[in-house]
């Protein structure tokens, strides 16, 4: 059910026009598998670090109630791990406290609370809640509704990323307007002075010409500093259209990081599919390789999956590696990068060329630069195996923000290899 869930959900996601229809699309697919659990997403002021706003999906349409809660009421412990975002906490001592606190519905005895906060850009935006009822036979709500909260995540962050754009733009609009009328009205008050003391000059007798002058001087270092007050106007404007254009810049640089997202979505969308329609186990793993080096343009790139019966790894699929590294080499966990990576459970990285002159991933010919990442791939704690990318295309680096990259990459990854059990599958054929 769920490997026909998450595709259906990356899509609807991908089409929804704002966050309301997103989380009415996450909790109509959490129906189809499980119509107990009540989902509710808390809206939370990253300036205040108050919960201003809940929401719930009922027939299709938000219900919303107002507000003024702060976060930092929560055990310490949840608080912590709501803050780092990316996996539920469960609300385990005076859980029904919590949920009157958060005007979610009390759990049954037996039942569950869980939190998962949701981040944008290291900041506390929302937090998903779900109060799962007692079960006695079934799978816990986080093993399903994991995978779709992290989908949503996604679509949560183009949504922000847009509000973001829009008052951007609003706040510079207003600025610039404020300020040109601000330069019109001057303009407008210095023509009429100077009109009417014309007016004057031209009225007035002879006998008085002289005193006049004397006056006319005095105004005409008033209209001096005026035209300097002009200028001061007028550069102030100039700074304020650098602004914008600043601005502007901003904000390509957003729609920039926005396409990414996308894509990754568009991606992970073509991997749940292919899990659908590819029940071989040789082009399924083949595939998920191939998704994987294109989307990170790494030209050579290997998964390594755990021989079930011992504490090794062997070569399921690569690209681009060595001639007498054939499909099936073995590697033992706690040796060399690979093993090492799989030991640690930990990401490795390498972006310097002469720091990975002493840690190559794989010693031969083909490695044209010396940043790879190695990749840990895990579920529910469960070591699945290790990918490992390097040469990337026209000798670019990996960086952090990669990294973040491959992880969600490798949780799809890591799910669609136990479901379709991929490490017993493809051994006896590399072997």
Do not use: W
Not at 47 to 53: K, P
Not at 57 to 69: F, S
Not at 297 to 318: E, K, N
């Amino acid at each position: 059910m769920l490997a026909r869930t998450l595709p259906a959900l990356a899509y609807a996601l991908g089409a929804a026009a704002n966050a309301d229809e997103a989380f009415v699309r996450l909790s109509d697919a959490l129906t189809e598998s499980d119509r107990d659990t009540v989902l509710a997403l808390l809206h939370v002021d990253p300036r205040t670090g108050l919960i201003r706003e809940r929401a719930r999906a009922v027939n299709g349409r938000i219900e919303r109630e107002g507000m003024e809660t702060s976060v930092e009421q929560l055990p310490v412990d949840i608080h912590r791990v709501v803050a780092e975002g990316g996996s539920f906490a469960e609300v385990g001592e005076d859980q029904a406290a919590y949920a009157r606190l958060l005007r979610l519905p009390e759990p049954e005895p037996g039942g569950l609370l869980l939190l998962r906060g949701i981040r944008h850009e290291r900041q506390l935006v929302a937090i998903l809640a779900a109060v799962e009822p007692k079960r006695v036979f079934g799978t816990r709500v986080t093993e399903r509704l994991g995978p779709l909260a992290a989908l949503f995540e996604l679509a949560v962050a183009r949504f922000v990323e847009q509000d973001s754009r829009a008052e951007a733009v609003r706040t510079l609009e207003a600025v610039t307007q404020r300020v040109h009328q601000d330069y019109l009205a001057r303009l407008a008050e210095l023509e009429a002075r100077i009109q009417r003391q014309t007016s004057e000059f031209e009225a007035e007798s002879a006998s008085t010409r002289l005193a006049r002058e004397r006056d006319d001087a005095k105004r005409t270092e008033e209209a001096r500093r005026s035209a300097r007050q002009l200028t001061v106007l007028e550069q102030q404007l100039t700074a304020s259209i650098g602004q914008l254009e600043q601005a502007h810049v901003e904000l390509h640089r957003r729609s920039e990081a926005l396409r990414q997202r996308t894509r990754t979505l568009y991606l992970l969308d073509r991997v749940l599919s292919l899990s659908a329609s590819t029940a071989a186990a040789r082009p399924l793993v083949d595939g998920l390789l191939t998704l994987l080096g294109d989307d990170m343009q790494a030209l050579r790139c290997s998964i390594f999956l755990r021989d079930p019966a011992g504490d090794t790894l062997y070569l399921a699929a690569a690209r681009g590696l060595a001639p007498h590294v054939q499909v099936g080499h073995r590697v033992a966990i706690g040796q060399g990068i690979v093993g090492r990576v799989a030991a640690s459970r930990e990401p490795m990285l390498v972006v310097d060329v002469q720091e990975a002159a002493t840690h190559p991933l794989l010693k031969d010919e083909y490695l044209t630069t010396g940043s790879f990442i190695s990749f840990p791939l895990v579920r529910h704690d469960t070591l699945i195996g290790v990918v490992n990318l390097t040469n990337r295309a026209q000798r670019g680096l990996f960086v952090e923000e990669d990294v973040e990259r491959v992880r969600l990459l490798g949780l799809v990854i890591s799910l669609v290899a136990t479901e379709a059990r991929l490490p017993d599958r493809l051994l006896g054929s590399a072997a």
